[in-house]
């Protein structure tokens, strides 16, 4: 899914700190960019080919018959999870784009519609049932799912996850999930667009603006740029990548202040 909204100078010193300082930018022609792992490879899609690459080679991935990439998340590089909703598949990828696996959803005994899938680690995913409007944990290994989330009556507009959690976006606001079971908390916010999530922040896109959840409430974010057209983003370690179609902006990350 694609955000196309406008980040104007933000000098709100009093919402989060010291804001976010640009340091780089750098070219980039693709149709949408993913992001960076822990190994320095980026990652983007362009005509539904995901690519890989680094300072020295590259790797790549497509399968035509699945329809369009939905999602690819890879906050574990060996085990790249690619979904795809038109055909209600997930594509699991190694650390150079080969097939693991390939699990459809239309064919298992327990037949389910999916709209969001994630990576929760240890040989499972975390899945928005559709169907039944609740967020669940698919192990595909012994091929077992566990409900979440009790059912949610908005519908998601999309969600991000980590080993441990996961952060449901709704028109309402960010519920926040265990992946031991059971909601956390949940932060009311209207209108949120995209959630992204890494080592505990989380970042809201909403009306041409970026907010970070701050204990229980959200917080605009400081960013001295220029006006800058976005396309996707990724928090990752010290920075913040953002993708205009043309350029990746990098900005270090500061820590707000509560």
């Keep these: 899914m694609k955000y196309f909204v406008l980040i104007i100078v933000l000098c709100i010193q009093t919402a989060v700190g010291q804001g976010y300082n640009k340091t ?8 949408q960019f993913i992001g960076y792992d822990s190994y320095d490879n980026f990652y983007t899609i362009t005509d539904q080919v995901l690519s890989k690459e680094n300072a020295t080679q590259g790797y790549k991935f497509t399968d035509f018959q699945l329809g369009n ?55 499972k ?34 969600q991000a996850s980590d080993f441990n959690y996961n952060y449901l976006l709704t028109p309402s606001g960010v519920k926040v999930y265990t992946v031991f079971g059971g909601l956390v908390k949940s932060v009311a916010f209207q209108g ?16 041409n603006m970026i907010y970070e959840i701050i204990e229980n409430s959200f917080k605009l974010l400081s960013i001295k740029t220029t006006q800058i057209s976005i396309q996707d983003l990724q ?24």
């Design 24 to 31: 780089t930018q750098t070219p980039l022609s693709a149709s």
């Design 69 to 123: 990439i939905t999602s690819v998340d890879i906050i574990n590089p060996f085990n790249v999870v690619v979904f795809y909703a038109q055909t209600n598949t997930v594509i699991l990828l190694d650390n150079k784009l080969s097939l693991i696996e390939q699990i459809n959803f239309n064919l298992l005994e327990d037949i389910a519609n999916i709209s969001s899938v994630s990576n929760a680690g240890g040989n």
């Design 125 to 158: 995913l975390w899945l928005f049932n559709a169907d039944s409007q609740q967020l669940e944990l698919y192990n595909y290994r012994n091929n077992t799912k566990n409900s979440i989330s009790l059912p949610i009556a908005e519908i998601p507009t999309d």
């Design 192 to 207: 949120g667009e995209k959630v992204i999530t890494h080592k505990g922040r989380v970042l809201v896109v909403k009306d």
């Design 235 to 258: 928090v990752f370690e010290d920075f913040l990548y953002i993708y205009d179609r043309e350029n990746i902006h990098s900005f270090v990350v500061q820590k707000p202040n509560k």
